[in-house]
């Protein structure tokens, strides 16, 4: 059976956290849907490129998804003020599947009242440091549990190939990153 992923876009998304993790995803076979945060398929992200997502947001709430992705940037806050966004990740904490958020969306996780517990193990960008209920790891991903996070547009690709693995094994993430000729140190 295919595996399904998410990615949400929320207006001034960070772009390379998400698409490159969506070009990852595909290249394994995952399916992967972009859903838009607001009512418009059309999402401009921080540096002003404007993507066109599958579906809106709103059509998302009640399916599950083997991998719930968060991408950071600006639009973080639109997306710790979406309570529907936070019951689904709620649902797909307690359906025991995979959660993923990188830069500042740790910081959705934090509004959800999701930190500590059940995670304690995470990373993030360094300006959301101030705003987490607990310590940022120093490391670019970092896996804990069911939840991968990461620190930022420069750890997109390690990221996603996390990712990967999670939803397909090591032998799949290894032929996409032979693949995208990406080396792991």
């Not at 399916?31 to 401009?44: D, H, S």
């Not at 797909?92 to 830069?103: K, P, S, V």
């Not at 995208?180 to 140190?185: E, F, L, N, S």
């Amino acid at each position: 059976m295919s595996k399904k992923a998410l990615i949400v876009l929320a207006e001034d998304f960070e772009e390379i956290e998400a698409l490159a993790p969506l070009d990852i995803l595909r290249r394994a076979g995952i399916k992967c849907t972009l859903a838009a945060q607001l009512e418009n398929k059309f999402v401009i992200g921080k540096t002003g490129l404007q993507v066109v997502a599958n579906r809106l947001l709103s059509q998302c709430y009640e399916q599950d998804y083997d991998l719930l992705l968060l991408p950071g940037g600006p639009g973080v806050r639109h997306l710790c003020e979406d309570e529907d966004l936070r019951k689904m990740i709620l649902r797909q904490i307690e359906g025991d599947r995979w959660l993923a958020a990188i830069c500042a969306a740790p910081l959705v996780l934090a509004k959800a009242g999701l930190i500590p517990e059940p995670y304690n193990r995470l990373t993030g960008h360094f300006s959301i440091r101030d705003k987490m209920p607990c310590p940022l790891l120093p490391e670019p991903v970092v896996q804990c549990g069911n939840l991968t996070t990461s620190c930022g547009a420069g750890t997109a690709i390690p990221f996603a190939l996390q990712l990967v693995e999670n939803l397909l094994g090591p032998e799949v993430r290894q032929e996409v990153a032979e693949a995208i000729m990406y080396k792991d140190d």
